[in-house]
């Protein structure tokens, strides 16, 4: 059973926006902390994004803040990731991850749950 799927990426150019979904099939989901990381060919996993689902606390990193914005959904189980004013370095593979604690370190085995990934390409 697929758990944590996402969609929404796509090529744009710099400047414009996009909005990622995240469709959450995990039981006690209201339990997790939904967690947005991207990774750039190259590059190390970074953190982008977290959610706590039951109150609805946030926090970015400081390469997003002001810029993008994550929320959820509770009825649809999904979670969002609206990214404004996109640069060419947004360009990355992002990924939702579930996990019990809020996290920033992009180590695969502190998630219970990771989705596939989709890809943002931010031309300039």
């Known amino acids: 059973q697929v758990q944590l799927v996402e969609s929404g990426g796509g090529l744009v150019q710099a400047g414009a926006s996009l909005r990622l979904s995240c469709a959450v099939s995990i039981r006690s989901f209201s339990s997790y902390v939904l967690h947005w990381f991207r990774q750039a060919p190259g590059k190390e996993r970074e953190f982008v994004a977290h959610?706590?689902?039951?109150?609805?606390?946030?926090y970015y990193a400081d390469s997003v803040k002001g810029r993008f914005t994550i929320s959820r959904d509770n009825a649809k189980k999904m979670v969002y990731l609206q990214m404004n004013s996109l640069k060419p370095e947004d360009t990355a593979v992002y990924y939702c991850a579930a996990a019990a604690t809020a996290q920033t370190i992009g180590i695969t085995e502190l998630y219970d749950y990771w989705g596939q990934g989709t890809q943002v390409t931010v031309s300039s």
């Open positions: 959610i706590t689902w039951s109150d609805g606390r946030t």
